[in-house]
Nanobody, 119 residues
Framework: QVQLVESWGGLVQPGGSLRLSCAASGSIFSIYAMGWYRQAPGKQRELVATITSGGSTDYADSVKGRFTISRDNAKNTVYLEMNSLKPEDTAVYSC?????????????WGQGTQVTVSS
């Protein structure tokens, strides 16, 4: 079994910054891609950013230039640095990982963490 444990989100003012982390633990041989997704009330879950094991990144247009995804392969951890936050960034943020235990491939989700951008 594998667990993805996310850091606490929280409340931040517009224009502020917040850093999320997500650590994977358990029967992990190798992690391929890791990513962050978000779901706002009444909306579908959307991709925020992804990063491959080699460090290639991809971002939603709405966060380009403001958010930065990174990972520490030695710690099986992915980070999301969020700057210049806007009220429309308010959502539950969840991390995701494609990985293998050496035999099979799996996709796991974190439990989600609330990020609220409000004055």
């Amino acid at each position: 079994q594998v667990q993805l444990v996310e850091s606490w989100g929280g409340l931040v003012q517009p224009g502020g910054s917040l850093r999320l982390s997500c650590a994977a633990s358990g029967s992990i041989f190798s992690i391929y891609a890791m990513g962050w997704y978000r779901q706002a009330p009444g909306k579908q879950r959307e991709l925020v950013a992804t990063i491959t094991s080699g460090g290639s990144t991809d971002y939603a247009d709405s966060v380009k230039g403001r958010f930065t995804i990174s990972r520490d392969n030695a710690k099986n951890t992915v980070y999301l640095e969020m700057n210049s936050l806007k009220p429309e960034d308010t959502a539950v943020y969840s991390c995701n990982a494609d990985l293998t235990d050496g035999k099979y491939e799996y996709n796991y989700w974190g439990q989600g963490t609330q990020v609220t951008v409000s004055s």
